[in-house]
């Protein structure tokens, strides 16, 4: 209101000056007149503008000021990761310049040992992104108005992903279409190969996109993305489609294979330590060949006076067609039956892997006789009978 009464004392003050101009300046009126207008034209569209920069609300400000903030804080922080890495560099006597994450790891675990078990509480040095979460940029002007085209969707990168698909997705169709009015069909050879690889999680996605997104709109995503990667030419958008894809861990290729050993008698034989189950502890030692003979403390597999004991002991030898090809001698202490019977199942699994070929590494991979078993005995809470046993509720 009070912009538009400013507005109007200008042209009511211009009107006087029409009716003057002429006798003042010798100027035709008509002249006089248009010159005036065109002051008046400029005088009330500047007019808004000054107003506007004037009206900066302090939340804006205070908005704008910890935007800025946090992005100097970031640049000081990858400053000193930067300069922390070629400190480690020239103490390692590596070349800074082609010093990786690993190197890293690598140098503070030999430089730095620690003995705390919690992976957690160990130094570390990462990459400041990794370290402190991600924060978006700013995201309108100090007038109010918003960069992105989708700000008012609430999550304006989330669907600008969305649109970007759909793009990539009509460019191809568009092209599949040409192809086939000129008889042309898509080449084998460069289909583009997505075994081994999956779409980010919905976690992983909502850090890249630094939104948080419903189960819904990841299922959206997720039908966009096979749609795209389902064209025959999807290898013209293949540096669009690797950004959103993530490779599978290959636990079996993850897990060096160790060569086996001679030993007196010219047998081969593999020794795995820390073989853990709840808290009994072992070593296995195979040997090939043999003749089927378990050992076990000193004693054979009677040592296990539970058959279900005995069965889990012996399955990793049955899946792997070994049993009666091989000695397994065992130390193991600590816990009880169950606990002691799978730790030596889990060493047995493990040091088999020398003796067979890939295929069946990768089928006891699958089987789960390569996954260490972390559980536990679960405590009793107080105020009940065991771990999830309630008392009997009696009404009398």
């Not at 000054?50 to 100097?72: F, G, I, P, T, W």
């Not at 020239?90 to 690598?106: C, L, S």
């Not at 503070?108 to 040095?125: E, H, N, Q, V, W």
Request: charged content about 30%; some cysteine.
């Amino acid at each position: 209101m009070a912009l538009r009464v400013f507005g109007l004392n200008i042209i009511k003050n211009n009107r006087n000056i029409l009716q003057n101009v002429g006798k003042t300046n010798g100027v035709p009126t008509n002249q006089g007149a248009a010159a005036a207008l065109y002051a008046t034209q400029v005088t009330v569209e500047a007019a808004p503008a000054a107003v506007q920069k004037q009206k900066v609300s302090k939340a804006m400000k205070s908005y704008l000021k910890r935007a800025n903030e946090h992005d100097e804080f970031m640049k000081t922080q990858h400053l000193e990761f930067q300069i922390g890495k070629r400190h480690l560099a020239n103490m390692m006597g590596a070349d800074a310049e082609t010093f990786t994450q690993e190197d890293i790891n690598e140098a503070i675990s030999y430089l730095f040992p620690s003995g705390l078990y919690d992976k957690k509480a160990r130094p570390t040095m990462r990459t400041p992104d990794e370290v402190f979460p991600a924060r978006k940029a700013a995201e309108f002007d100090e007038t109010g108005r918003p960069f992105h085209s989708m700000f008012y969707t609430a999550k304006p990168n989330f669907f600008q992903l969305l649109h970007d698909i759909v793009e990539e997705t009509n460019k191809l169709n568009d092209l599949e279409e040409r192809m086939l009015r000129r008889g042309n069909k898509p080449d084998e050879n460069q289909k583009l190969e997505t075994a081994g690889f999956q779409l980010l999680p919905k976690e992983h996605l909502e850090r890249v996109l630094v939104e948080q997104i419903a189960d819904i709109e990841y299922q959206n995503f997720s039908n966009s993305m096979e749609r795209l990667i389902a064209s025959p030419y999807a290898y013209k958008s293949k540096a669009f489609i690797e950004r959103f894809l993530k490779p599978l861990i290959d636990q079996s290729k993850q897990l060096e294979v160790p060569k086996p050993k001679i030993d007196e008698q010219g047998r081969q034989y593999i020794t795995t330590y820390e073989c853990l189950r709840k808290t009994a502890r072992a070593d296995v030692t195979v040997r090939l060949p043999g003749t089927g003979k378990i050992t076990i403390n000193g004693q054979d597999i009677s040592y296990f006076s539970v058959e279900q004991s005995k069965e889990q002991l012996l399955f990793p030898l049955h899946f792997c067609d070994m049993l009666g090809k091989v000695d397994v001698e065992a130390n193991v202490e600590g816990g009880g039956t169950s606990g002691q019977a799978g730790a030596i199942r889990w060493g047995i699994a493990m040091s088999l892997r020398s003796f067979v070929d890939q295929e069946m590494i990768e089928s006891m991979r699958l089987a789960g006789l390569l996954t260490r078993d972390y559980r536990r005995r679960e405590r009793k809470k107080f105020g009940q009978e065991g771990a999830r046993r309630k008392y009997t509720w009696k009404k009398r």
